[in-house]
Nanobody
Framework: QVQLVESGGGLVQAGGSLRLSCAASESIFSILPSGWHRQAPGKPREMVAVITSGGSTNYADSVKGRFTISRDNTKNTVHLQMNSLKPEDTAVYYC?????????????WGQGTQVTVSS
């Protein structure tokens, strides 16, 4: 069972920056794709950014050019640098590790960290 622990959320003014971090308890993290998703009140959870074990990335259109996802496979961590934050970025952000390895499907979520952007 992989445990994911997020940190770095908080309250920031519009235009500010935050850096989210997610630490995984197992080294399998370094093999599987990982990403960040978010859920605002009354809205479905949505993908923000994902990164493969090799470093390929994909972003939601709403965050392209403002957010950067990165990972350190030696430390089993994934980060989300969020710049030029907007009030509409306010949500609970969740770390996710998901993929198939050796015929087994893995899908783990962190507990979430609140990001609030004030106008």
């Amino acid at each position: 069972q992989v445990q994911l622990v997020e940190s770095g959320g908080g309250l920031v003014q519009a235009g500010g920056s935050l850096r989210l971090s997610c630490a995984a308890s197992e080294s399998i993290f370094s093999i599987l794709p990982s990403g960040w998703h978010r859920q605002a009140p009354g809205k479905p959870r949505e993908m923000v950014a994902v990164i493969t074990s090799g470093g390929s990335t994909n972003y939601a259109d709403s965050v392209k050019g403002r957010f950067t996802i990165s990972r350190d496979n030696t430390k089993n961590t994934v980060h989300l640098q969020m710049n030029s934050l907007k009030p509409e970025d306010t949500a609970v952000y969740y770390c996710n590790v998901r993929g198939t390895l050796g015929g087994t499907y893995y899908n783990y979520w962190g507990q979430g960290t609140q990001v609030t952007v004030s106008s």
